[in-house]
Nanobody, 126 residues
């Protein structure tokens, strides 16, 4: 059973930074693409960043939602079974519950498996 545990959320002022972490256990981490989703109250869950698996190549590819491009960076370390989301220049509209997910890419589109963490709250407010 694949388990994901997020951490690193909190309250931050606009313009500030946070780094979210997600540790994965119970599976072969390197074969999964990984994604960070977020869900604000009353909104649908949305994919904000994805990173490909790196089983067959030395580097992973990444992609981002337009709303976070240039501000968020997703990265992974297969030796640590960990994926991170570095969030800079945070805005009030980034406030949401952030979830880590294991999935796969097909035709450059990220598809989630039903492997989710419990979420970590990010609140951007002055």
């Amino acid at each position: 059973q694949v388990q994901l545990v997020e951490s690193g959320g909190g309250l931050v002022q606009p313009g500030g930074s946070l780094r979210l972490s997600c540790v994965v256990s119970g599976g072969i981490f390197r074969i999964y693409a990984m994604g960070w989703y977020r869900q604000a109250p009353g909104e649908q869950r949305e994919l904000v960043a994805g990173i490909s698996s790196s089983s067959f190549s030395s580097t992973s590819t990444t992609d981002y939602a337009d709303s976070v491009k240039g501000r968020f960076t997703i990265s992974r370390d297969n030796a640590k079974n960990t994926v991170w989301l570095q969030m800079n220049d945070l805005k009030p509209e980034d406030t949401a519950l952030y979830y880590c997910n294991a999935g796969y890419y097909e035709n450059s589109i990220y598809f989630p498996y039903d492997y989710w963490g419990q979420g970590t709250q990010v609140t951007v407010s002055s």
